[in-house]
């Protein structure tokens, strides 16, 4: 409705409105949800978001704190000299990551091309380009599986610092995580809906992959051959393909018993070097990586690496990572590599999944504006 008429004060001292005239704006055809219950089945919530926001003050709430979220990462980042830039989203390589990408082909260039699964490889060719702190807030696509913690589009932080290391970027991503619950929550014990509470006070623990995975396996389990692993894995409840070998029995103990477990913050650090292609080896020990994996909430929040920069190998990785399908190889990043990318450190954050944390509720959907959604029967 708008109305004119002239302004006045009830007895009761209330701001109204004398009606002098009226005119109807818009009209709603469909009746809104009950005042009082409001709109409670979850699909229906998430298919029609504008009912959803309209009646619920929970999904405005978890909604807006996100909105919060990327606004907050963005001004800590920029604020720290780091300068924020764009990188493609349709890409002749889907490269950056392990994950299937979605595919596309664009008609005029008779190409095919593949929508970004990680921004990581453009992000590093501006290493080579002379800007030293660059960071991208992105949407990233991947073909794979939907649950309560993925959906096929979500939204990624990553940053990436010339000389620094994978110790500088686990100092900034825990000064980062710690301001943000403090901004955003009003303190670093955040409740969630299963009754636990993430307590981001800092300094973190840090642990080292060995440890962590001889912790909760056993201290010999680096010391059994593959079936002995194999079985200890099954005699732990822990899942496993057909075939898998001893590094990916090893990661799968690693997720279910250590990963699903952690609910404060805790850096996980020097993985194998097979599990984190794109990461520099360490010094004292070839066999892992200098990285990070930082954990809360029974899942993994965000990577750091200290990367790989010696081009040769990283085509050598690449080449092994690919196998026969070299066509996934992105050679203008090898050529951008020769050219000299400075030592660095990167990270990756995972914005909606954080979002989920610090709002404290159990599903990604709820911290995505429009999740998707199979659509409904034709008449439904």
């Given amino acids: 409705m708008g109305v004119e008429g002239t302004l006045f004060l009830t007895k009761t001292g209330e701001q109204s409105i004398r009606v002098e005239s009226f005119v109807l704006l818009t009209k709603a055809l469909a009746p809104l949800p009950d005042k009082w219950h409001g709109l409670v089945d979850t699909e229906t919530r998430h298919r029609h978001r504008h009912l959803d926001l309209l009646s619920n003050e929970a999904s405005r709430r978890a909604l807006d704190l996100r909105v919060r979220l990327v606004r907050y990462l963005r001004e800590f980042l920029s604020a720290r000299g780091f300068t924020e830039v764009e990188t493609p989203m349709m890409q002749t390589v889907a490269g950056g990551a392990a994950a299937e990408p979605f595919q596309t082909r664009h008609h005029a260039m008779g190409m095919d091309l593949y929508l970004r699964i990680a921004p990581e490889l453009y992000l590093k060719r501006l290493l080579v380009g002379g800007l030293e702190k660059v960071f991208e807030i992105n949407r990233n696509f991947r073909n794979e599986g939907i649950s309560r913690r993925h959906n096929p589009e979500f939204t990624m932080l990553e940053a990436y610092w010339a000389y620094a290391d994978f110790e500088a970027m686990a100092a900034l991503v825990e000064e980062m995580i710690a301001g943000a619950a403090r901004e955003l929550t009003g303190g670093t014990r955040v409740p969630q809906s299963d009754g636990t509470m993430i307590d981001f006070t800092p300094p973190w623990p840090r642990k080292k992959y060995r440890d962590a995975v001889a912790a909760a396996a056993g201290a010999d389990w680096f010391r059994l051959s593959r079936d002995e692993m194999e079985k200890k894995a099954a005699a732990l409840g822990v899942e496993l393909g057909p075939g898998l070998p001893a590094s990916e029995i090893t990661q799968k103990v690693f997720e279910k018993k250590v990963e699903a477990e952690a609910v404060d913050p805790v850096f996980i650090t020097h993985l194998p070097a097979e599990l984190v292609p794109l990461a520099?080896?360490?010094?004292?020990?070839?066999?892992?990586?200098?990285?990070?994996?930082?954990?809360?909430?029974?899942?993994?929040?965000?990577?750091?690496?200290?990367?790989?920069?010696?081009?040769?190998?990283?085509?050598?990785?690449?080449?092994?990572?690919?196998?026969?399908?070299?066509?996934?190889?992105?050679?203008?990043?090898?050529?951008?590599?020769?050219?000299?990318?400075?030592?660095?450190?990167?990270?990756?954050?995972?914005?909606?999944?954080?979002?989920?944390?610090?709002?404290?509720?159990?599903?990604?959907?709820?911290?995505?504006?429009?999740?998707?959604?199979?659509?409904?029967?034709?008449?439904?």
């Fill in 280 to 380: 520099r080896l360490n010094k004292e020990d070839p066999t892992v990586v200098d990285v990070y994996e930082l954990i809360f909430g029974r899942q993994e929040i965000s990577p750091g690496y200290s990367e790989l920069n010696d081009p040769i190998l990283q085509a050598e990785r690449f080449r092994h990572q690919v196998g026969e399908h070299t066509q996934k190889v992105d050679h203008e990043f090898l050529e951008a590599l020769e050219s000299g990318m400075p030592p660095a450190g990167g990270l990756g954050l995972g914005v909606d999944r954080l979002a989920m944390l610090l709002a404290g509720t159990d599903s990604i959907r709820e911290v995505i504006f429009f999740p998707l959604l199979r659509p409904r029967d034709s008449g439904a």
